[in-house]
């Protein structure tokens, strides 16, 4: 298992470093267009060919490798910071906190997360700039995406409630904020980086597929759901096995993230 | 269940409401209508303005069975609703069934037949199905002219199997599997007998998360393979702004989702009390 956790880390760190590289690495900018030769097959000049409207294949998989790697981490610190807020604080505070706080995420969980991303996405302007729609997506899925990490927080903060050292230090006269930010809080680390870590996948899922629905990032920025989106005119795996690029690379990121995690820091 | 139905209604006309472009109709934009026509216009959507107003007065109309009308699709979403529902309630059915068809043979044989390989196998394609986006599930069924019905089976799939086989081997690990083991009890025997009344509890809950999950599935799977169900009108509502409408289905699928979970629950339930 220690092999698969190292190679994972590997294949993370060779993605993270494409994705810094990307200025130096991509033969061409994103949205630079080779207009003489859309849809061209790979070679020496664009590795994964060109795709509908000209552009390299390749410099568009590197800027979204950026995009995706970097802003689903983004989004998974908003949505722990919450989970914090609401799961952690209410586990705290117990009682009728703790009923309000569970009643919400309840809430959040009882609708599908797909569905609750579209309906939320939706709402928001559609006819936006490139760098606001991935803005806003991100911001969506850090938004919407705490319940889940809410529930497990608030079971760990409940529990830390009633433990020797936090009972001590209310003996001692710690109350309030001070006690859960400078006793609680730490000792909630190791699952909240659970959470976050495990949060960072199902953000980049959740990308894909929102882009794909057409609800993701905007033209002419790339991520790794927008460039998905070719998928759907693929014509055979065998006649175009390049467009399967952003697919597999996605794949590869996601369960290195998956394996990354030990299960004892999954189950935390 | 109630109240956390009424909440989700109330939060879905809360966003809808004070999402930007609410009052933009793309109905104004007809170049002939004359300003009687776009003041009557206003005025139809003037009810909207008051949330809770609006909420209370559908809520009303709901019980006597009234859902209102669609205005992106222009139809009684009452006639929307049971003209989408078959697709849908087939889709999830069969998908479900196939899932934990899956899930279940894939998890026991591994179980009974102890082959790590044949245990990596599982787990490695439930963790391919675990890292596919749903979307591109849908698009790559188009693509291979697989129906969606599979298609939310392998979305459902990956979870059901990897809880199932979580349970089945912290099961195995208790001290009275140890015991019928070194009394030689036969595999089978240990399975039937021993652990699956365990893990049977967990299992119905699971089996109604699972169809909150086979749900949420509907509508990559609808939309983008063109079927005319409720996730697909789910698709159509978010990109109309149709704000009925998308209240409507945020009460039917939160109910849907709720009645799937309590159900897993009080089946949970009896399971426990019976060997209790």
């Known amino acids: ?268 | 269940m109630a109240a956390t139905l009424v909440f989700a209604g109330l939060l879905a006309a809360t966003l809808v409401r004070f999402a930007p472009g609410f009052d933009a109709d793309e109905r104004a934009l007809d170049p002939h209508l004359n300003a009687e026509s776009l003041k009557i216009l206003q005025q139809s959507r003037a009810g909207e303005h008051n949330i809770l107003e609006f909420y209370l007065k559908y809520l009303r109309n709901a019980v006597r069975g009234d859902l209102g009308t669609s205005q992106s699709l222009d139809q009684p979403i009452r006639a929307l609703l049971h003209d989408r529902w078959p697709v849908t309630a087939r889709l999830i059915l069969v998908g479900l069934v196939l899932a934990w068809a899956l899930a279940l043979s894939l998890a026991l044989s591994a179980a009974v037949l102890r082959w790590s390989a044949y245990d990596l196998m599982g787990t490695t394609l439930s963790g391919a199905a675990l890292c596919l986006p749903a979307a591109v599930l849908a698009l790559l069924s188009a693509l291979l002219r697989i129906p969606g019905e599979a298609v939310v089976a392998c979305i459902v799939f990956p979870k059901v199997h990897r809880y199932t086989c979580n349970l089945i081997s912290k099961t195995y690990e208790r001290p009275h599997i140890t015991s019928a083991r070194s009394r030689g009890l036969g595999e089978l025997r240990i399975l039937f007998w021993h652990v699956l009344p365990l893990i049977g509890p967990h299992m119905a809950a699971l089996a109604g998360i699972s169809a909150g999950i086979a749900i949420g599935a509907c509508i990559p799977v609808e939309s983008l393979l063109g079927l005319p169900g409720i996730g697909q009108l789910a698709w159509q509502a978010a990109l109309g702004r149709d704000l009925p409408l998308l209240l409507n289905l945020t009460l039917v699928i939160t109910l849907v989702t709720l009645l799937a979970n309590t159900s897993g629950d009080v089946i949970a339930e009896v399971f426990r009390t019976s060997e209790g």
Request: hydrophobic share 55%; charged share 10%.
């Open chain 1, 1 to 268: 298992m220690k092999t698969a956790r190292r190679l994972a880390l590997a294949v993370l760190l060779v993605a993270a470093g494409l994705s810094l590289g990307a200025t130096w690495l991509s033969p061409a900018s994103y949205r630079t267009q080779f207009r003489e030769a859309p849809n061209a097959p790979p070679s020496r000049q664009h590795l994964l060919g060109t795709d509908a409207m000209a552009r390299d294949r390749f410099s568009r998989l590197l800027y979204g490798t950026r995009i995706s790697l970097s802003l689903a981490p983004a989004a998974a610190a908003i949505s722990t910071f919450l989970a914090v807020l609401l799961g952690g604080l209410s586990g705290y505070l117990g009682g009728a906190w703790m009923r309000v706080g569970m009643a919400i995420t309840d809430l959040f969980l009882s609708l599908p997360w797909i569905f609750l991303l579209i309906t939320v996405r939706a709402l928001l302007p559609l006819n936006v700039s490139p760098l606001t729609s991935v803005i806003i997506t991100f911001l969506i899925l850090g938004m919407l995406g705490w319940a889940g990490s809410a529930r497990v927080l608030c079971a760990a903060s409940q529990s830390l409630r009633t433990s020797a050292f936090v009972l001590q230090a209310r003996a001692s006269g710690l109350h309030g904020v001070r006690l859960f930010v400078f006793h609680v809080l730490p000792n909630l680390k190791p699952v909240l980086l659970a959470q976050f870590w495990i949060s960072i996948p199902v953000f980049i899922l959740s990308e894909a597929n929102l882009s794909i629905l057409g609800l993701g990032v905007a033209e002419p920025l790339p991520s790794w759901g927008s460039l998905l989106r070719e998928l759907e005119g693929l014509l055979s795996f065998q006649q175009e096995p390049w467009k399967l690029a952003p697919l597999l690379l996605l794949v590869m990121v996601v369960t290195s993230f998956q394996l990354v995690l030990s299960n004892e820091e999954t189950a935390a």
